[in-house]
């Protein structure tokens, strides 16, 4: 049974940066498409990034509002996925969420619908103010 553990999150100043961690345990996480979420004003989950399993190739993808700020990546030695976040603003301030599924065969590309996601963490906030 996969499970994930986020870490990293906290108060920064606008501007900042932090570096999110999703550590997992009970399976390699090389095997799963990763997603990035954070809770919405309406406490629904938005998507903010996700990466490919590895298999997949590893692409990314990232919502427009993170876009060229957010970096994901995988560490496959540390079983660890990441968010960076550099350029944080107000506005993203929220809890962030990691989250994993298996992709059908064939399914190469990630997606940030969280419906699709099996394996949660249990969020970290982040707080970016002044």
């Known amino acids: 049974q996969l499970q994930l553990v986020e870490s990293g999150g906290g108060l920064v100043q606008p501007g900042g940066s932090l570096r999110l961690s999703c550590a997992a345990s009970?399976?390699?996480?090389?095997?799963?498409?990763i997603g990035w979420f954070r809770r919405g004003p309406g406490k629904e989950r938005e998507g903010v990034s996700c990466i490919s399993s590895s298999s997949s190739g590893g692409t990314t993808n990232y919502a427009d509002s993170v876009k060229g700020r957010f970096t994901v990546s995988r560490d496959s030695a540390k079983n660890t996925v990441y968010l960076q976040m550099n350029s944080l603003k107000p506005e993203d301030t929220t809890i962030y969420y990691c989250?994993?599924?298996?992709?059908?065969?064939?399914?190469?590309?990630?997606?940030?619908?969280?419906?699709?996601?099996?394996?949660w963490g249990q969020g970290t906030q982040v707080t970016v103010s002044s």
């Open positions: 989250a994993a599924y298996r992709p059908l065969p064939g399914i190469r590309l990630c997606a940030s619908h969280p419906e699709l996601y099996d394996y």
């Open positions: 009970g399976s390699l996480l090389d095997t799963y498409h």
